[in-house]
């Protein structure tokens, strides 16, 4: 798709992303290394206030990152299996369950684990959910 305006269709492809969650946002985060550029899409949940990663892209630029992202989000994301994480963080009692789209069981903890220290969360089970 072309454009006359890149900061515009810039703009139209977060949109996408940003649709895709529904009301609570995400947040992308844009960086560049060695003419790469690297989007980190993160999700908070509402109850508990946890970020964790939901997908890394990649490009040569912010649009071909963002629709390296939507293309995870439309093809590959339903093909992977899901993964339940029961959790509790240090001096918290409640335990919390979160829920993980990845490849494996090792991409499902990268995920939970991204950006968090590991020694103040206490993983209880990870679990691979039915297939349906």
Do not use: C
């Not at 970020?51 to 293309?71: C, I």
Request: hydrophobic letters at 35%; proline letters at 5%.
């Amino acid at each position: 798709m072309s454009t006359n305006d890149p900061e515009g269709e810039i703009q139209r492809l977060e949109e996408a992303v940003m649709k895709t969650f529904g009301a609570v946002a995400p947040s992308l985060d844009y960086s560049e290394m060695n003419g790469v550029v690297e989007l980190t899409v993160t999700t908070s949940n509402p109850r508990h206030q946890q970020r964790f990663l939901f997908h890394r892209s990649n490009g040569a630029t912010k649009r071909q990152a963002l629709e390296d992202m939507l293309d995870y989000i439309r093809e590959h994301r339903g093909a992977e299996p899901t993964y339940t994480i029961q959790w509790r963080a240090f001096g918290d009692t409640e335990l919390h369950t979160s829920y993980f789209s990845a490849p494996n069981i090792l991409g499902a903890l990268d995920k939970f684990f991204f950006g968090r220290d590991l020694h103040v969360i206490t993983v209880f089970s990870v679990t691979l959910n039915p297939l349906s």
